[in-house]
């Protein structure tokens, strides 16, 4: 129950909202603030009711303005007119979103995909050469890796691309129908190149997928598209559930003959005699080496998707800070929205959640700025960037998706306009929890690390340590794995002060039981998996399959954690007391929330006793109340005025509305002329 | 763990989909069905790409074909061309969502609202002067009752309808922007007519909300709808979220005056002198009395969404069954979709949950049919039927909304393509959660409802019955609220197989649990709403408050335990064994990923041990791979080819590409041309 001590505490703190606003916007806050303000040009913005057409239209003329802006050169190299930063590159590109979704899937597709692929796995020839009209987008291009056989299994696509050394070219071919090319933006209607990710074939060997430079239509003089070149055919996706600004298609190769030249041979080169040659010795390693440079997608997707959440919340929020509905104690006054615990309930934990999905963001910009500014770029800082992404990516892209359509239906009927942005929102954030890798596959490969790196702490450990460990396991087993330690708890709980209720706001009590939940997952799965060793392939894979809802559900705790301690830096980095405390109270929200979500886990296995239980919910119920006041603060803190986002009903016309009926009702009653309700005479 | 018993079982079973397909389609499942089939003709289907414009009015001449085929007069009065057959109308008319649900909501809005307003508000001489004009559409009609300021909250309208003795008319008057008809079908551009929700205000009194039938546009010779009527205004409500066949729109009335007839008069009337009189004489039981003869469109609603989703399930379990991706243990042949365990985990959840949907709506059909045909119709039917409704239709719409979202996730980048139909159904469902009610002001209604016979009960008990109550609660406090009685309860487990793992199976233990949850949360409610009684209003405001989430979960989980009934009496009615086998596994699912979602709840309450917590979760990974076997039989029953759903993913096509892909590599292999791969190289 909220006491009124609770209350008056919380509206007495003032929310130092720019203080927030820098700690959300992060290292490159200046840059970010500076695009997000340039999507306020009504050339950038998104016109409604447009065909498929017409917004492909516009959202093509759209990039060449982000050309002569110069906010879509920031990632390429300093020689070529860029300017050498990664980081800040992404923080901008994720803002284009503001403006229109499509906008920002366009200028991915082009400088985020096809430029950056040339970047990375190209060779500085083919930067001199290619990237120059990447950049400038006199050559629109495609990202051809997708197949309509294999999406997130790229390694068994279709395509081949076999060398013939006597012409010193490749041949690029699609043999059947599952490998033609599929959901390529810009193949529909713009792309005059593509990257074509192939399986590279010399001397009759299989090398695996690489990627070709290939020009695939004919550009007409004033720079646009035009017919498919001999041997390239393609069709239109057609119509999609939202980003119709992008121009998706399919794409095929009938033999189509490319230089030797334009294979990207950064990890793999095939000399004029057809040998093949690689500074990665093992075709695995090279697969994901070459995959691991186009992390950059995934990485700003998700934070494209923190960008509309963050929208979404702060048109909601502020509606429901006005609107009024169903009359409270006073039978005059209607009760506003966000009074309603049920509104709290279902807005107030999606701001959390939002606000630690933005901290961890941070921090993974951080990381791939260091890694492709080259400041930390190791083999192993490479594979913490992709899990820390593919960790990332399916929580912030699902949480978009849930946070745009709990504000939508709080929003009712006017929710459903689209002069109210949510249902644009949904139907462009749709799509990215399964591009750029499907959302499950992705955490997938998160529980798959987590369970090596399992297997190697156990095989580190000496003897006196792997001792220890099972000492302390056969302990755990005991305590955590039968109602026993439970019941301990229990008594414990019930006896003394230590666990109690307010123990559960500890943050280290938090992190102890977000920690525990990850570790025991992983754990538990790793020695149900050993029975797998030296098993038949069959039933060693029926085993891991028995198994891989658990590991999807480690890996989303592992994520949970990770955002957690990202909110929990933040938090820590704030020096004014009130802003603290209260965005201490929005970490414990998250925390709690999280554990709530979870807390048959550990009443079952034993973390947390049916007492201590109760207080989550009961401590949430508490700081619903209290972060209510401080909701306006928070979501004014992100930094999109009622122009950025472009929402009617977020503009303040609900209260002018209420305004002016309460008007009406006043000099009505004063007039005299007022009706009585029939209801309250007969009450009287 | 799946032992090969189990899968043999499973797979040894014979589901008799006809015997399925009668209880999924029920009382009028050849009605139903006759009008499924209707919609594969090519008149009355979706056809992609329109514009707003295009496909309002694309619509609007399918609802005329309606007329011509007799599909939608069903509910109406014999004597007016009818067939006084209100469920089969219901059950017809939800198939319309088949064709589009654009369709089906136009329809809607004609039918089931503004002409049910007209057959159930008005009295005979409504029904001959204006029935007509509704059924065969030469008046397309709108249902004017949600305004700007005021959705779900009808009592609190702003428009007025105020008599004039002298003239013997009524002034329907919009007094403020707030008061203005909002998101109403049929306003933006057909409609002619309007049935108007106002304030009806007679010699100085207000009797609360009436419907009025006013004019509202000219009617040209064609029957089109020509300009506004003078003192009528309005205007689009632009494009939506979904539904977009649909013109809803905004109506105001500046002191329009209508003829005192105009007052649909079968709950109140007014004299020509301005007497008003009314067969209900408390104005609050009239004016929900009222209300509730509408509950068609939320019956109608839950069903639709019903449709929906069977549809979405079944194209996504087609392709799941059909699409292989990542090779498993043999390296050659990649793993069918739905072998995995996550996607069984993702879908095969949802299909229970659906089942357990169409059964309980079956039931909520008959009621409906009963009360408006008469056979049952007392006022306890009424209430009873409308928080059936309002139990029923937030389930199966929020079910509906995640279907269909997991089921385009589940098919990646296909799953995103308009032709292949997830997006547009979910654009068009969106609505459905707060449209015809907001669903959680239903759940709240419920809520109400179940905490108002809890008082009944509780006031009905004589002393023996009191003192035995206390007693038991007593008991309950000291066994359920504390951790004892689940300290002996795991005793217990330990020690006797009683309660062990297999009891989870047993429907008497599901039914115990899924019922012991709603009754002791609603007491619980009860219990800590009683300080409210003699409290300050603004005290008992907040205290209410405190419990709505509660509350709404105590209401969420009244409407499983129905669906969990419905669909256990349908099993029993089935008289094959391998079927009712089956079909006792899907509805076992169903129970047991309930209460799987609310485990902690059950743990924390003693209601399950931690031992048999565990349990729950391990025998639903028992239950997939079986039920895995019969899914695609589970949604052939549903009786929709991939002609009804029309999505091209689920015609076959992706097992026809992949015949050509094996193919391709088995020539290949055969000509000795194979390249060799420098992974294999590697490892030998």
Redesign the interface.
Known sequence: ??TTADRTAASDLTLNTRAVADLVDGRWGEHRRRVRDLMLDERLRRA??L??AEHRARVLEQSRYLVELEVVNRAFPERLGGYDDPGGNIAGFEELAVADPSLQIKGGVQWGLFGAAILHLGTEIHHDRLLPGAMDLTVPGCFAM?E??????VA?I?TTATYDPAAEEFEIHT?????WK??IGNAADHGTAAVVFA?L?TA?????VHAFYVPIRETAPDGAAGDFLPGVGGED??????LNGVDNGRLHFDRVRIPRENLLNRYGDVAPDGT?SSPID???RRFFTMLGTLVQGRVSLGGSAVVVSKMALATAIRYANERR??????EDV?TVLM????HQ?RLLPLLARTYAAQFMHNQLGQRFHEVFSGEHDTDGDRQDLETLAAASKPLSTWLA?ETI?TC??AC????????NK???W??DM??Y???EG???VLL?LVGKRLLTDYGREMAKMDVAGAVRWVADRAVDMTLHRT?LR??AQ?IQD?GSLARSAGEIRDPDAQRELLEDRVESMVEEIALALRAAKGA???V???LF?????DL?EAARAHGELLQWEAFTEAVASIRDDDTRKVMTWLRDLFGLVTI?KN??WY????RI???R??TVTSYI?RLLPRLRHHAQDLVEAFGYSDKHVGAVIGTGVEGQ??R??R??YRRRRASGNE?????S??KS
């Open positions: 129950m909220t409604d009711n065909t498929v997708t309509t056989g294999h999406g997130s299994d068994a279709g043999p059947f129908r599952g490998a599929d959901y399986q074939i009759g060997v299989n090398h695996g996706d057609g119509p999609k559930g939202g093949y093992s075709p695995g509905q169903f009359t409270g104690a006073d209607e009074d309603y615990q049920q309930r998706l359509q939508r239906e009712g009927g006017a929710g459903y306009l689209a002069e949510f249902v644009t949904h139907q749709d799509v929890a399964t591009f499907d959302n499950h997938q109602p439970r019941a229990s019930g038949p392939a069959d060693a894979q029926a399959n028995s198994h891989q809802h999807i709530e807390l048959s009443l079952i296995n034993g006793s049916a007492q239980a109760r119920n509305r209420q002016e009926a008007d009406y009706p009585v309700s029939e209801k005479q007969k």
